[in-house]
């Protein structure tokens, strides 16, 4: 009897220690990434990303023309550790999370304050994949405008 009351301790345990669901990682690992942003934090913004990361914005040129501009993750972190605490802050609602397997994708609407002035808006799109520890950012594009927020 004692053995088998053991076994239901250890299994019910296991499955608490196992309660996270893939996607709720998934929005552990991107809301890490605005944490620690917000709190200039280089390290742990590094931890969010695959060392092969893309990231690129999609924005219009001096003379109005859709661009797609591509950004080094590794400058991006370098300039985030280096800014004030506090400074960049970008509010996220997760409007869809898909997963298969070790490929997520993420859609998040978001406002971009610096300190408590708005800045601008859009929507990220986030590529994630499961490595053999945790969730990781492999690919981010995002839009962005001063107009057109929802409040």
Same mark, same amino acid.
């Not at 080094?72 to 409007?95: C, H, W, Y």
């Not at 408590?116 to 995002?142: E, M, P």
């Given at each position: %009897?004692?053995?088998?009351?053991?076994?239901?301790? %250890?299994?019910?345990?296991?499955?608490?220690?196992?309660?996270?669901?893939?996607?709720?990682?998934?929005?552990?690992?991107?809301?890490?990434?605005?944490?620690?942003?917000?709190?200039?934090?280089?390290? %742990?913004?590094?931890?969010?990303?695959?060392?092969?990361?893309?990231?690129?914005?999609?924005?219009?040129?001096?003379?109005?023309?859709?661009?797609?501009?591509?950004?080094?993750?590794?400058?991006?972190?370098?300039?985030?550790?280096?800014?004030?605490?506090?400074?960049?802050?970008?509010?996220?609602?997760?409007? %869809?999370?898909?997963?298969?397997?070790?490929?997520?994708?993420?859609?998040?609407?978001?406002?971009?304050?610096?300190?408590?002035?708005?800045?601008?808006?859009?929507?990220?799109?986030?590529?994630?994949?499961?490595?053999?520890?945790?969730?990781?950012?492999?690919?981010?594009?995002?839009?962005?405008?001063?107009?057109?927020?929802?409040?």
């Amino acid at each position: %009897m004692k053995k088998y009351f053991l076994f239901i301790v %250890m299994a019910a345990a296991s499955l608490n220690t196992n309660a996270q669901s893939a996607e709720d990682s998934v929005k552990a690992t991107i809301r890490k990434m605005f944490f620690a942003m917000i709190e200039s934090d280089g390290a %742990m913004l590094q931890d969010c990303f695959t060392d092969n990361a893309i990231m690129q914005t999609i924005t219009t040129n001096k003379e109005g023309k859709l661009i797609v501009r591509t950004d080094s993750v590794t400058g991006f972190i370098k300039q985030v550790a280096n800014m004030p605490k506090g400074l960049a802050d970008e509010r996220i609602v997760f409007e %869809m999370v898909k997963i298969d397997g070790p490929l997520a994708t993420v859609w998040t609407p978001y406002k971009f304050y610096r300190r408590a002035d708005f800045s601008h808006c859009g929507v990220n799109s986030f590529q994630l994949v499961r490595t053999t520890d945790k969730w990781r950012i492999q690919y981010i594009i995002d839009t962005r405008r001063k107009t057109g927020c929802v409040e």
